[in-house]
């Protein structure tokens, strides 16, 4: 298995693993060219974060993203980790795990993480037991929001 960043020529993949995720997740069919439009955004600016994805005999099985927020009590940064997917042929194989570390050697190589951050359906217990294995605790922060 190969761990590496993603690139623009990954984008029509990330985009149906997205499709997937939202579809599996939360019943809902996003829209391809505003999804297309997102995955681009963040890949053409790094800036706002990455794309890493787990390959296998060179196919994509699995991706997750990863955006930053910074935090003035900590001088560093969160790192989120958003739009997990492994595919379901390919779960309960270590993939997430290998992914994730890679989000922390990257952190760790750039010095500048504070935590490891993502949010999970309330449902998903499967997701929620993979993260709670990887040492992540759920935290006392509630979250609240209003749609523009």
């Given at each position: 298995m190969k761990i590496r960043k993603g690139q623009i020529e990954d984008l029509a993949a990330l985009v149906n693993f997205n499709?997937?995720?939202?579809?599996?997740?939360?019943?809902?069919?996003?829209?391809?060219?505003?999804?297309?439009?997102?995955?681009?955004?963040?890949?053409?600016?790094?800036?706002?974060?990455?794309?890493?994805?787990?390959?296998?005999?060179?196919?994509?099985?699995?991706?997750?993203?990863?955006?930053?927020?910074?935090?003035?009590?900590?001088?560093?940064?969160?790192?989120?980790?958003?739009?997990?997917?492994i595919r379901p042929q390919n779960r309960r194989q270590g993939i997430y795990a290998k992914l994730y570390q890679a989000v922390k050697d990257i952190a760790a190589k750039n010095q500048d993480a504070a935590s490891y951050r993502l949010y999970v359906e309330q449902e998903n217990e499967p997701a929620q037991k993979t993260y709670n294995a990887l040492g992540m605790k759920q935290s006392h922060y509630l979250m609240f929001e209003e749609k523009a």
């Open positions: 499709q997937a995720m939202a579809m599996e997740t939360e019943n809902l069919t996003l829209d391809q060219q505003t999804l297309t439009r997102g995955v681009n955004g963040l890949l053409a600016h790094p800036e706002r974060g990455f794309y890493l994805v787990a390959e296998v005999e060179g196919e994509i099985v699995g991706s997750l993203m990863v955006t930053f927020e910074w935090s003035d009590w900590r001088a560093c940064q969160y790192y989120w980790i958003q739009s997990v997917y």
